[in-house]
């Protein structure tokens, strides 16, 4: 056609389409409203497509419906005492409030006793290895056992400070509950079977080891496990969620060696592989992909993955999922049920929060469904004032980092910065007049003050 014949087009525009299972982190009403009014706005969505429960199931799903209640096992027994309360746990100071306990006495038995056994380990290693210094210290955990690990030729102790050190570590991130999963850690790596010339090390390790520790969410696990098993006969295929990486890895361990479950259960581990679940312990991309073949194929018949496996991998059906840490948010409710499909499916929680019981997060995923399903644009748009605000107040209280530079933080200061005042920084490079391979560079934006 020639050009002058052709007809008019009109004019291009920009769309985007996007799929997801869940709108939001946030729990409670309020919460929820705000932070999808947030994204509304951000990303300009003009209109939300919801399927109901009756499209899911013409369209083939034939799981547990929207705010559909998980199958709630607890553990029967006692729990750990003096355990940090609910409203106290501020993640950014978990490192000094646990050290404080510690000092203070606060702390729980199993803590106070590991942190003694850890301590004697350390001045054995100290009368030898002059330079050496606890990580303690150090606010980062994961460090603790990657120092001892990288100077574990140096003294007989330290690969065994090494275990000791993740044990602390399991412990602290759980605000002291996980002493049935920092003692497991510690038989996998057959520790209790330690042996030292020092008789003092010796008697240490043996006094630890013969503390009694709970071991109810194990027992508990163990039992839903088997009836399970029994419910699928040769069909079980499980996916079992964990919050930690080394946690896989310790239930792997305590399934595959157990009396009765060991001969019905082949498990496997999967997390993501750009960071070891320990300096000891990892799974490559090539063994998490042969994972995930070995249980599409059922050469395995059991996954046990932290959240990575909630979305974005393409894993094989399950009929059994099952979750054994507490979960924080129904994004994790909605994905792991998801995981389970079929009609004659399990979806069982082990453990929930006491501020986020499994009843809540079925709610919050309801309340998600309603106003996904009651979706205008209008009603979601959000103050601007009240945004520009916020912006100032952010961008004045970061402002320290910029005002105290030094040659070898800037970068970082800068980072840190547009971290905390949520900035996104425009690069301008241009070669400086005169010079043939100098180059200056500004990074910009526009301000809210």
């Not at 312990?281 to 050469?299: D, P, R, Y």
Request: aromatic letters at 8%; proline letters at 4%.
């Amino acid at each position: 056609t020639p050009r002058n014949q052709r007809p008019s087009l009109p004019p291009p525009c920009s769309q985007t389409e996007t799929i997801t299972a869940s709108l939001t982190y946030a729990v409670g009403d309020k919460k929820i409203s705000k932070s999808v009014g947030k994204l509304c706005e951000e990303l300009q969505i003009e209109k939300i497509e919801h399927a109901s429960n009756e499209e899911l199931r013409a369209g083939g799903y034939t799981g547990a419906g929207r705010g559909a209640l998980a199958e709630l096992r607890l553990p029967e027994g006692e729990r750990a005492e003096n355990l940090v309360p609910l409203q106290d746990r501020k993640p950014h100071l978990m490192h000094k409030m646990f050290f404080d306990r510690i000092k203070k006495g606060g702390a729980t038995s199993f803590s106070a006793n590991l942190v003694k056994t850890i301590h004697v380990l350390e001045k054995s290693v100290k009368l030898e290895m002059h330079d050496f210094k606890s990580p303690l210290l150090n606010v980062s955990l994961k460090s603790w056992g990657e120092y001892a690990h990288k100077q574990s030729r140096r003294h007989a102790l330290l690969p065994m400070l090494e275990h000791f050190y993740e044990a602390l570590r399991l412990l602290v991130v759980s605000w002291e509950e996980n002493e049935d999963v920092a003692m497991s850690y510690l038989h996998m790596m057959q520790i209790h079977k330690s042996s030292h010339r020092l008789l003092h090390v010796t008697i240490a390790i043996k006094t630890f080891f013969d503390l009694t520790v709970l071991l109810g969410r194990f027992d508990n696990l163990y039992k839903v496990l088997g009836e399970k098993i029994q419910d699928y006969g040769r069909g079980f295929r499980c996916i079992l969620f964990v919050k930690q990486r080394v946690t896989t890895h310790i239930l792997k361990h305590a399934i595959e060696n157990h009396n009765e479950l060991g001969r019905y259960i082949k498990a496997q581990c999967i997390y993501a592989t750009n960071s070891p679940a320990t300096a000891s312990l990892s799974v490559s991309k090539q063994e998490s992909q042969n994972a995930l073949k070995s249980f599409g194929t059922g050469s395995a018949n059991m996954l046990i993955a932290t959240n990575v496996a909630e979305e974005g991998l393409d894993i094989p059906e399950a009929n059994c999922v099952i979750y054994f840490d507490p979960m924080d948010h129904a994004v994790s409710y909605v994905q792991g049920r998801g995981r389970a499909r079929h009609a004659e499916s399990s979806f069982v929680m082990l453990d929930e929060r006491a501020d986020r019981p499994a009843s809540l997060l079925a709610k919050q995923e309801a309340e998600q469904h309603n106003v996904a399903s009651s979706f205008v644009p209008e009603n979601f748009t959000s103050n601007q004032k009240a945004n520009e605000e916020s912006q100032k107040s952010r961008e004045r209280s970061g402002a320290s980092y910029l005002l105290n530079p030094s040659e070898d933080k800037s970068i970082g200061n800068l980072n840190v910065y547009c971290k905390k005042t949520k900035v996104v920084l425009e690069e301008n490079a241009k070669k400086i007049k005169g010079s043939t391979n100098s180059w200056s560079c500004s990074l910009v934006y526009q301000s809210a003050t």
